[in-house]
Each structure stands twice: as structure tokens, then as C-alpha cells.
DNA sequence: ACAGTCTTTTCTGCCATGCGGAACGCGCCC
DNA sequence: GGGCGCGTTCCGCATGGCAGAAAAGACTGT
């Protein structure tokens, strides 16, 4: 993005950056546009229908606006394929290991994407939902990313809640920068429960999660999960740094 | 493109519709961005800084603006490169036949341009003008392309031209298409004629051409050129149809 | 399954503010 | 010096944003 115009266009920035943010964090409601751009909703809809006509959206069965045609593709899957590359190995050791299923996901914007599932062998388990995003702060991985937020980019996501759960949201950040992992005890469904851990230096923002059923959550348990996790993260990591110094990938380090 | 919506806002879509441009035909200078759009040049350029700011365009050292990088790969390019492989060996027989140099063209907006040209033997010859553009309503490519377009769209560039040099195009159009090739006597260049046909059914329209020196046009010759384009533009299309069914490229057909 | 209620989306009209045209200045080229 | 193209600024008015109504969809209770 390059410098503010010196007479810029209020309305075609507005229809921009909505296409722009489409691209970015994939489909969006009409009324959740609305509120980003800080227009009514009327307007926001009208903006969507003019970038609907030009095939820089498209509307989906469920009324959501998708990113249309004339859209790139989006930075991070390339970023995302390098690291889901780098982090499937510890991934599926970590799942072997702990037997439960892990994820790998990416911030884009106020939601968390999954990059990657590694499942593991229960017959009851947290499935593949690789593609799908979360609310960043309902998600374990998504507050384990969320800890590391500056102030700035934190308060513009918690404006966007009510006073009361942004701040619970809030205090719940603290505990986790306090403790090093964060945890998901059915906010995003129920009967599923996830600890999340940041993978530290990760370009862009990145977290893995150990998810399992309610029932096989345990108090007893969770420092092992904890340092299994934030163990894996860091191999995860090195691997990370190894590749962009163009090391060969070491298999297990 | 969808339905033109209720309510346009022509600020709005005359921004969404200068980026589709910009993908779909390339680098544009302010005044052709002006003159496509109908627009004075303070406001196309108000437009294009608008693009700019939010990464839908980019400005050349030339000061032309290009794609930016939030749009997608246009169709078109991996077409002319697609286009160009598929009709060079058959413009080399052409031109070993006939003893004048061809081209190979594509529309841009009001132009056409230049994708490939294989030159005669002859020391006076037409060089090549691979990447260069002409005026589509003076080329004799350029003509037998436009002769195939919709009414609209012939409107909007007719529209952009003086009244009595609108009405000589629509006229020459007219004989294009009665005779189904297309002449440009000099109306390019002093001293050069060229002769276009259209390649029915490429992608995105194409035409192909032969170019002399005037001195070495002959009315008695036409026909036999007339004959030759429209036999070599069919064993483009046939070629690329073949291409797009998967099929090993025939060297000869 | 159906009715009622609430939420979201879509449509429409009005008016004030943001957008476009015109004028001007600057830089480059012949 | 003149012509051309690009970029900036000012001002009037027409278009874009808001508000409200209507339509559509989701949710809840019986």
C-alpha cells in the first residue's frame, strides 16, 4: 500500500480496500463488512454490488461476498505451503506421541485459518478442518497468536467486540502470556477442547494446537501437552530458520 | 461481469472497471485512461492514484501505470504467448510463400498489438513490431478484428473518435466483413500496406497479416494473399483447438 | 410443521458533501 | 519557444451515504 493519495476518492478507497480485505480474509457478511469500513450497512451493500458487477466479488449461496475472479491469490497461502511444508513432520510426530489431533493455523485478520490437520488414530477425534477459520480470540491457536499482538493491532481487533467480551478477552490474553500457551474449553464448540502454543518467529504469524474431545481433556495432563507443544513449535521454528538460510531440511531437529 | 446493479456508484465502477483494464490489457498512459473511461485527466488521475494507494496499480518509471500486485494473472498473455506458438510455424510458411513479412496481433482496448512477426527475405521489408501497437481502426489486423466485434462495444470506440472518422470506419468495417479481409493503405505508415484477417475463434479475438512495401502491393495479387490469410489463420484456430483438446501439436497442419 | 419474532439483507428517497471538470503549473522533448 | 503529458487545486453540483422501509432468512416456541 503506498501513500495516502493527496485527494483521495473516499468511496473507491472504501470499495478497495473491501476488495482487499475480500482477498485477504476471504468471505465476509454484509453487516460484518459494514462494520470494518465504518459505513452504514446500506452503503457497504451498495459497494458490494458494484465490485459483484466488475467480478472483484461474488455473492455465495449463504448471502456471504466472496473474493471474485480478478482477485489474486491471497500472500499467505505461498507463506502458508512453506510452512505447512516445514511444520507436518513435528506435527505428526507430536500427534503420534500425545494421541491427539493437531493443527497449524495463520492469522488473517480477526480470524485464525487453518493450514494444516494432522488427525490422530481415536475413532472419537477433532477432525480435518484445514481451510476453515475461527475467531481468533474463541480459538486456543488464535489466542496463543493474539498474546503476541502489539497494543495497537489488539485494540482495533478487541473495538470490534462488545465492552464485556472484549474484556474478557483481555484478561484471558494476560494468562496466557503469563503461562505460554493458551486454551479453547468449548468457545468454538462444543464438547471439543484445544491448547494452543505460538510458533515463535514464524513470518506473518503462526500457532499449533493439540484438539481433542471434553472427555479426554485432562488438568493432569495439560503440562505434558503444553511442553510437548511448545517443543514441537520450536523444531517447527528451527526448521523455519534452517530453510531460509538454505540449510537442507534436517528431518527430526 | 453481473448485472449493472440498481444503484451504480460511477465513482466506484469507474475505478473496479480502469483496474480490469489495467489486468486486462496492461501498462496504460493517464490520457488513454482518461480517454477509455471518458473522463478528464484529473480525474482518471485521481482514479489511478486511488488504484495505486491500495495496491491495485503501480506506476512505471515511465509513468505509464501497470497491474498491481492484489489483481490476478490476466487471461490474456499466457493466450499470446499460447497464440504466438501455435501461429509461428504457420506465419514461416506463409511468408516462404508469399515473400512478404506477416504478423500476428491481438486486441488491447483501442489498439492492437504486436505479438509475433516473421520477416520476409526481401532487403525492403516490413521489420518486425513485436510489442509495438497500432491504432486497431487503422491496421489492417486491427480492422478485421473490430469488424467482428458487438455493436456496443464498436460504439465505445467509435465513440472516441471524430464524427467524420467514426463514420469512415464504420463504413470500411462494412466492407470488411462483406469481403472478410480488412486493407490498411498507408494509413499507418507512408510507404506500407498490409492486409488482415481475423483467426476465427481465438481466444479473446487475434488477427494476422501480411505487410509490404507499397511499391510491391498489386491489386492482381490480393486475391492470392486473400486466400493464403484466410487458409493460414484456419490452421491457427485449428491448431489451438487441438491444443485445448489436449492433442499433440500437429507441425503442419 | 407452523406461526411469530428477531436479525440480516436489500431497496429507495433525500440532501449535503465529496467528486469531476476546468484551469493552471511543471517538466520534458523537439 | 511551443507543444504535450502529467499532476495539483478550486468550486459547483450531482452523486454517494444515511435513514428508513420492505423483503428475506434464521431462530424459537407451541
Chains 1, 2 share one sequence.
Request: glycine fraction near 8%; charged fraction near 20%.
Amino acid at each position: 500500500m503506498r501513500n495516502a493519495p493527496t485527494y483521495p476518492l473516499s468511496s473507491v478507497d472504501a470499495a478497495l480496500l473491501l476488495a482487499a480485505l475480500l482477498r485477504q480474509e476471504g468471505p465476509t457478511r454484509l453487516t460484518d463488512a459494514a462494520a470494518r469500513l465504518g459505513v452504514a450497512p446500506s452503503t457497504a451493500h451498495r459497494l458490494l454490488a458494484a465490485l459483484v458487477h466488475r467480478d472483484f466479488a461474488v455473492q455465495l449461496p449463504d448471502r456471504r461476498y466472496a473474493p471474485g475472479p480478478v482477485l489474486g491469490e491471497p500472500v499467505a497461502p505461498v507463506a502458508s505451503s512453506h510452512l505447512r511444508d516445514a511444520a507436518l513432520p513435528h506435527l505428526r510426530r507430536l500427534v503420534a506421541e500425545q494421541g491427539e489431533s493437531a493443527h497449524l493455523v495463520v492469522p488473517a485478520g480477526g480470524v485464525t485459518r487453518f493450514v494444516a490437520t494432522v488427525e490422530c488414530d481415536a475413532v472419537l477425534r477433532v477432525g480435518d478442518r484445514t481451510g476453515r477459520t475461527l475467531p481468533a480470540h474463541r480459538s486456543a491457536a488464535g489466542k496463543a497468536l493474539l498474546a503476541g499482538w502489539d497494543t495497537d493491532a489488539l485494540a482495533a481487533l478487541l473495538g470490534q467486540l462488545d465492552p464485556a467480551e472484549a474484556e474478557r478477552v483481555h484478561r484471558d490474553l494476560r494468562g496466557v502470556r503469563r503461562r505460554g500457551f493458551a486454551l479453547n474449553d468449548q468457545a468454538t464448540e462444543v464438547g471439543l477442547t484445544a491448547v494452543g502454543v505460538p510458533v515463535p518467529g514464524a513470518p506473518g504469524g503462526a500457532a499449533i494446537s493439540l484438539a481433542m474431545p471434553r472427555v479426554r481433556f485432562s488438568r493432569d495432563r495439560l503440562p505434558g501437552w503444553v511442553t510437548a507443544l511448545t517443543s514441537t513449535a520450536a523444531a517447527v521454528a528451527a526448521d523455519l530458520t534452517d530453510e531460509s538460510r538454505g540449510r537442507p531440511r534436517s528431518p527430526g531437529s
